[in-house]
Nanobody, 128 residues
Framework: QVQLVESGGGLVQAGGSLTLSCAASGCTFSNYAMAWFRQTPGKEEREFVAAISTTSMSTYYADSVKGRFTISRDNAKNTVHLQMNSLKPEDTAVYYC????????????????????WGQGTQVTVSS
């Protein structure tokens, strides 16, 4: 059973930084593309934030976070991270880690339906 556990969320002032981490277990982590999505109150759907291919060769970002967020992974430690800089109040959301078992070296999906496993989420609150 694949398990994903996020950590690192919290309260930060606008302009500040946070690093989210996601620890995976129960899978061959290096075979999975990984991504971060987020969901804000009042929105039904989770929004794509960032994704990374199995070997970190390719990374993808939502336009809203490009240049401020960085996704990375450590296959030896079965972890994926999201470094978030220059945070804005509109980044406030519950952030979810997700794994796609169809991952490959060159590509990671940005589509929510392609992700098979999800963490429980971690709250990020950015105050103005």
């Amino acid at each position: 059973q694949v398990q994903l556990v996020e950590s690192g969320g919290g309260l930060v002032q606008a302009g500040g930084s946070l690093t989210l981490s996601c620890a995976a277990s129960g899978c061959t982590f290096s075979n999975y593309a990984m991504a971060w999505f987020r969901q804000t109150p009042g929105k039904e759907e989770r929004e794509f934030v960032a994704a990374i291919s199995t070997t970190s060769m390719s990374t993808y970002y939502a336009d809203s976070v490009k240049g401020r967020f960085t996704i990375s992974r450590d296959n030896a430690k079965n972890t994926v991270h999201l470094q978030m800089n220059s945070l804005k109040p509109e980044d406030t959301a519950v952030y979810y880690c997700a794994a796609d078992r169809q991952g490959n070296d060159f590509y990671a999906s940005t589509q929510i339906l392609d992700y098979d496993y999800w963490g429980q989420g971690t709250q990020v609150t950015v105050s103005s």
